[in-house]
């Protein structure tokens, strides 16, 4: 009798750089690299606890296989070493039914609705690795991936490579593999964006954090190479007696990072911002006209059923119940998803101006 619309929108949205071709550094740089790692690990505990995660981290059995995975740069003019992570996100958006079970929480939700899109999920999907959210009107499915790898600097000399190893180890093993899901926070400005990023786990205050430490505690303060806004949060044993939030300035403009890597990475969030946002509208304006004539099959079915009722009552009167209840849900859905299209709408327009330099090319707000 009720015919349920359903939709689904897969799309790849975002990948952040490319991955290298996989090639690996020279034999011999891997031995040197291994016979300083097992030498400084054994003398502190907080690099082999590091150099663990990163071993787990690269799905390798040990630290002589991890290190295969390293790579020369291709282009390392302003860096001397580089984390490169491959983001991915799939998005599958679904309509929840009028008639679907009131009070459920968000776990028998999801076991509500699993069993009746599995079909239209790609076959070779992993559930278990789709993060729902629900919303009032649709839910959506969304998976991660997080693909990394390092490159390091050809020709440094061996105890800077391991100190910059030591240095992409903590974003490769400690930025946490989802993606941290920028809010839209509108007010945001590109300084503001890479304040905030760089004290995310694993970034860049956690990486010179453990970087600037393990440098003092080997081989003493003299050796470390750090503009002094940086150095002096260190004292001659290795010790850090600032806050993290502390080393956030200097990171920025002492070392560079705003003009280096954050400015362009805020216009690329920015993008992605515009894309889902696109993607969300485009799909609410479906599940918009797919209720409006949903409601007008309802009218109908009641019409024919009123004339019919008037002489079978009352044997079809609770269900005719039923069918005002859903014609009710069914403008409440309505009137919800007219807000969200406007309120996106605004959002996405506002992203999209936000976005000036346009990197990235943005769709339109408007939809196809
Ligand atoms: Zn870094």
């Known amino acids: 009798m009720i015919r349920f619309l359903r939709f689904l929108m897969p799309m790849l949205l975002v990948v952040f750089g490319g991955l290298h071709s996989g090639a690996s550094l020279d034999a011999g740089s891997e031995a040197?690299?291994?016979?300083?790692?097992?030498?400084?690990?054994?003398?502190?505990?907080e690099l082999a606890k590091l150099l663990a995660e990163a071993v787990r981290q690269s799905g390798k059995p040990n630290v002589h296989e991890f290190l295969t995975i390293l790579d020369w740069c291709a282009d390392s003019r302003d860096h001397a070493g580089l984390t490169q992570s491959q983001l991915s996100q799939v998005f599958y958006y679904f309509n929840r039914e009028l008639e679907e079970p009131s009070d459920l929480?968000?776990?028998q939700l999801q076991a509500y609705y699993l069993p009746k899109i599995e079909k239209n999920l790609p076959a070779n999907e992993n559930t278990k690795l789709l993060h729902w959210a629900f919303r009032p009107d649709f839910y959506v499915l969304t998976k991660f991936e997080n693909k990394r790898s390092i490159c390091l600097r050809k020709g440094m000399p061996s105890d800077l490579l391991l100190e910059f190893l030591v240095h992409e180890m903590v974003h490769y093993a400690r930025v946490p593999a989802e993606l941290?899901?920028?809010?839209t926070q509108l007010e945001l400005d590109p300084l503001a964006y890479s304040r905030r990023m760089i004290l995310q786990?694993?970034?860049?205050?956690?990486?010179?954090?453990f970087q600037y430490s393990f440098v003092v505690r080997h081989d003493g303060k003299k050796r470390l190479a750090a503009p002094i806004g940086v150095a002096r949060f260190w004292d001659e044993k290795g010790l850090f007696w600032g806050r993290r939030e502390d080393l956030v300035l200097p990171i920025l403009e002492d070392l560079g990072?705003?003009?280096?890597?954050?400015?362009?990475?805020?216009?690329?969030?920015?993008?992605?911002?515009?894309?889902?946002?696109?993607q969300v509208l485009n799909f609410a304006r479906q599940l918009l006209k797919a209720r409006q004539s949903e409601v007008t099959e309802f009218a109908d079915t009641l019409a024919k059923r009123s004339v019919f009722l008037n002489w079978v009552w009352p044997a079809y009167k609770k269900q005719t119940q039923s069918l005002e209840a859903l014609i009710a849900k069914n403008e409440k859905s309505q009137t919800s998803l007219q807000a969200l299209i406007r309120e996106d709408f605004k959002q996405c327009h506002d992203l999209r101006a936000l976005a000036r330099n346009q990197l990235v090319p943005l769709p339109s707000c408007e939809g196809p």
């Open 32 to 45: 040197l690299l291994e016979t300083q790692l097992e030498q400084a690990k054994s003398q502190d505990p």
């Open 105 to 107: 929480n968000s776990e």
């Open 180 to 183: 941290s899901t920028f809010e």
């Open 201 to 209: 786990p694993g970034d860049e205050a956690d990486a010179y954090l």
């Open 257 to 278: 990072y705003f003009k280096k890597r954050f400015r362009d990475e805020y216009e690329r969030v920015l993008a992605r911002q515009v894309q889902t946002k696109a």
